[in-house]
C-alpha cells in the first residue's frame, strides 16, 4: 500500500514562531514549498519575481534564526519580500498582491507587525535597521537590527553613509549583503562556506578580542602590525576590507541556497559579542524555477504567467509607451547634435534610454543606484557646453532634490529631466506615484517644466528641451501607453511658457496640465450635451504659465478649473496665484483646481485612482456644475 502524502511543511507554518518549531533537516523541504507558493502567487497576480526567488533559503534562515519581530528585519527596497509575507502571516492573502485592497507589493508598516519598517525606495535599510538597534540599546531593551540589502542597492551612497555611522550599535546591528549579481566576491564553495563558519564562531570573535586586547599594551608599530596582519589574512581568503574600513566585521561569502551552511553563521552571528557585522552572502536571482534563471532581467518584474510553461500574459497592442516614444526622439535628437548626451539611475530599459545606449554608447550614463550623484554629473557636463538629459522616474527624482536645487537651479545650468512615471502608476501604489513633481520644481526660480498631454506632445517637448540652452527644463509624462495620436514626422519647437486650446466655448474653461486632457474633453462633451458650451486649452507649461491665455479665460468665461495630475502646490496653485496678484477672483468668477488629493492612495488600476482621486471626466462634471449651482442659484438659471 502506497504511503499517504504528508502534510506540507508550510500549511503547518502560519508565523516564525512555527518555523522555528521545525528541526534543521525539514528546512529544505519548506523552502522548497515556500518557492513553489512564491510562484504560483505570482504567477496569479504578476509582480517581482526573480529576486523574492533568490532569498527563500536566506529569508527561511533568518526567520529560523533570529527572534522576528523582535529583532526588527528591514528589507532594503522589498522586492524580494513575498516569501518573507508568506511565512509572516499573510499567506492567505498573498494572491492579492498590488491588486485594489491587497497586499502592498513591498514592506508596509500597516500590513504586519513583522514589517517593521515600509520601503519600495533603494538603499535605505542598514540606516533604518541601525535605528532600531540603537533605540533598543538606549532603551535597554533586546533586539538586534537585521538589513538585508543587494549588491545592486549599495551603489547608493546612504549606504555607506550609515555604514560609517554603525559603530555605536555593537552587536546590535547585523547587515546581510545580497550579492546576485557576483559582483563582489569569487564564486563560493565548501571551503568559503568552511572559513566564514570559523571566523563567525564565538572561539574565533573570542580570541580576536584577547588579541585586540594585547594589542594595545603593545608598542604602537607592533599593535598596528597586528592589525594589518588580521585585516589582510582575513581579506585575502574572504573579502570585505572596504567593510572591515568601515567598521564591520565581515563574514562570507557564503552560498545563500545551502541552508547546512547558512544556518550556523547566521546562528554565530546572533550569539556573536562583536559587532556590527556584516554578512555576504551570494544567491542567484531567480533560483529554482527555469523561466526565471534563463530570462536575462532574471523575471524581475512579470505580467501574470502560465506557471508551467513560464509564458507571461502579454497586454494587448497598443499605442507605444511614452518612455519609448522618449526614447525614441532623443535618439534622433542625439543624431544631429554630438551634445546630447542621456542619464539614468539604473533603469535604461524603465526609461526608454536603452535604445540610446544602443545608438550611442559613449553618450549614456548609467549611475547605478545614485540620482544625487546622477545630477550634479548632469550639471557639470552642462557646465561644459554638454547637452544632458537626465531621465528619471519622479518619484526618484525627490532623492536628488538638494541637487536639483544647488547645483542645478541655482546656477541655472541647462540640465534636461525627463520625468518618467508622472502621476499615480497603478500596482506599485503610493512609494512609485509621481504626485509632486510639479510642486517641488516649479517652485524654482529659472526651471522651465513642462507636461506631455499625449505623446505627440512628448516628441515635440523632447525636442523643446533639447534646444533649449537658458537654464533647466523639465518634462513630464506617465507611466504606460500613450493615446495612439499619430506621431509628428517633423517635431514642434515649442514656444516657452505658451499653451494651446484644443476646443473652442464661451461659458466653461477647462485648463489642463498633462494627460488629463483627454479626460477634460470628454467632460467637455459632457457639458456641451447640457447646454454649457465649454473651452478645454492644454496650457503644456506650469512654468512659465501661459499668463495671456490664462487672463484670457478666466475673463472671458463663467467658471474656469483647472486639472493635473499632481499633489496641491502645482499648476493649480500657481493659476490661482496668478488670479489673486491680477485680481481677477474679484468679479464673481468661479475657479476650481482639481489635483490629488492630500494622502497616500494605494494601489490600484490606475484608471480607478483617478476616479478616486477625482480626476476624471465625471469628477469634472460634477465640479463645473456645483459651482455653477453656488453662483447662481441652480444651472437651469445659469443657462439662461
Known amino acids: ?366 549611475v547605478g543606484i545614485a540620482e544625487q550623484h546622477g545630477v550634479t554629473f548632469a550639471a557639470g557636463l552642462a557646465a561644459q557646453g554638454m547637452r544632458p538629459f537626465c531621465a528619471i522616474y519622479s518619484t526618484f527624482l525627490q532623492r536628488a532634490y538638494d541637487q536639483v536645487v544647488h547645483d542645478v537651479a541655482i546656477q541655472n545650468l541647462p540640465v534636461r529631466f525627463a520625468i518618467d512615471r508622472a502621476g499615480l502608476v497603478g500596482a506599485d501604489g503610493a512609494t512609485h506615484a509621481g504626485s509632486f513633481d510639479v510642486t517641488y520644481l516649479a517652485t524654482l526660480p529659472n526651471f522651465v517644466v513642462m507636461a506631455a498631454a499625449d505623446e505627440a506632445e512628448l516628441v515635440h517637448m523632447t525636442h523643446t528641451a533639447a534646444q533649449y540652452d537658458t537654464g533647466p527644463i523639465a518634462v513630464r509624462y506617465p507611466r504606460g501607453n500613450g493615446t495612439g495620436v499619430a506621431l509628428p514626422e517633423t517635431p514642434q519647437l515649442l514656444e516657452i511658457g505658451k499653451g494651446r486650446v484644443v476646443r473652442e466655448g464661451k461659458k466653461i474653461a477647462i485648463l489642463s496640465l498633462g494627460t488629463r486632457l483627454e479626460e477634460a474633453l470628454k467632460a467637455a462633451e459632457v457639458l456641451e450635451a447640457k447646454g454649457l458650451s465649454t473651452t478645454v486649452a492644454d496650457l503644456r507649461f506650469a512654468k512659465p504659465l501661459d499668463v495671456d491665455l490664462i487672463r484670457k479665460l478666466l475673463t472671458t468665461h463663467e467658471v474656469a478649473v483647472t486639472i493635473e495630475e499632481n499633489s496641491v502646490g502645482g499648476f493649480g496653485a500657481h493659476v490661482l496665484t496668478m488670479a489673486s496678484d491680477e485680481g481677477l477672483i474679484d468679479g464673481g468668477l468661479k475657479l476650481r483646481t482639481l489635483r490629488l488629493p492630500d494622502v497616500y492612495q494605494d494601489q490600484d488600476k490606475p484608471e480607478v485612482q483617478y476616479a478616486e482621486a477625482g480626476l476624471d471626466a465625471t469628477a469634472l462634471v460634477d465640479t463645473v456644475l456645483k459651482a455653477l449651482r453656488h453662483n447662481s442659484g441652480g444651472v437651469a438659471e445659469a443657462r439662461a
Open 1 to 366: 500500500m502506497a504511503d499517504l502524502p504528508s502534510t506540507p511543511l508550510l500549511d503547518t507554518v502560519s508565523t516564525p514562531d512555527d518555523l522555528r518549531k521545525l528541526q534543521p533537516d525539514q528546512l529544505r523541504q519548506l523552502a522548497d514549498e515556500l518557492r513553489t507558493e512564491t510562484i504560483s502567487a505570482v504567477g496569479t497576480t504578476g509582480g517581482h519575481l526573480g529576486s523574492g526567488l533568490g532569498v527563500v533559503e536566506l529569508t527561511t534562515a533568518i526567520h529560523y534564526v533570529f527572534d522576528t519581530p523582535r529583532d526588527r528585519l528591514v528589507w532594503d527596497v522589498g522586492h524580494q519580500c513575498y516569501p518573507h509575507k508568506i511565512l509572516t502571516g499573510r499567506r492567505d492573502r498573498i494572491r492579492t498582491l498590488r491588486q485594489g485592497g491587497g497586499l502592498s507589493g513591498f514592506t508596509k508598516r500597516s500590513e504586519s507587525e513583522y514589517d517593521p519598517f515600509g520601503a519600495a525606495h533603494s538603499s535605505t535599510s542598514i540606516s533604518a535597521a541601525l535605528g532600531f538597534a540603537i533605540a533598543n540599546k538606549i532603551a535597554g531593551t533586546p533586539g538586534k537590527g537585521i538589513a538585508v540589502i543587494g549588491d545592486g542597492a549599495m551603489s547608493a551612497g546612504m549606504a555607506y553613509e550609515a555604514m560609517n555611522n554603525a559603530a555605536q550599535a555593537g552587536n546590535r546591528l547585523v547587515v546581510i549583503l545580497n550579492d546576485n549579481d557576483m559582483s563582489i566576491a569569487p564564486p563560493v564553495g565548501g571551503l568559503s562556506a568552511y572559513l566564514s563558519r570559523i571566523v563567525s564562531s564565538r572561539e574565533f570573535l573570542g580570541f580576536r578580542d584577547l588579541a585586540r586586547k594585547l594589542a594595545k599594551r603593545l608598542p604602537r608599530p607592533i599593535a598596528s602590525g597586528m592589525r594589518k596582519t588580521d585585516e589582510f589574512a582575513r581579506g585575502m581568503t574572504m573579502g570585505g576590507t572596504l567593510f572591515e574600513e568601515l567598521g564591520f566585521y565581515y563574514v562570507g561569502p557564503i552560498d545563500g541556497h545551502n541552508l547546512e551552511h547558512l544556518i550556523p553563521v547566521l546562528e554565530n552571528v546572533r550569539d556573536a559579542e562583536e559587532g556590527p557585522i556584516l554578512v555576504h552572502v551570494v544567491t542567484k536571482k531567480g533560483k529554482g524555477y527555469a523561466p526565471a534563471e534563463a530570462a536575462a532581467d532574471k523575471y524581475h518584474g512579470v505580467q501574470k504567467f502560465d506557471v508551467i510553461s513560464g509564458v507571461q500574459t502579454k497586454a494587448p497592442p497598443g499605442p507605444p509607451q511614452y518612455q519609448n516614444v522618449f526614447g525614441a526622439q532623443l535618439v534622433a535628437e542625439a543624431a544631429k547634435d554630438p551634445r546630447i548626451c542621456a542619464i539614468t539611475a539604473a533603469m535604461p530599459s524603465g526609461t526608454g534610454l536603452d535604445a540610446f545606449a544602443k545608438a550611442y554608447p559613449d553618450r549614456f550614463f548609467d
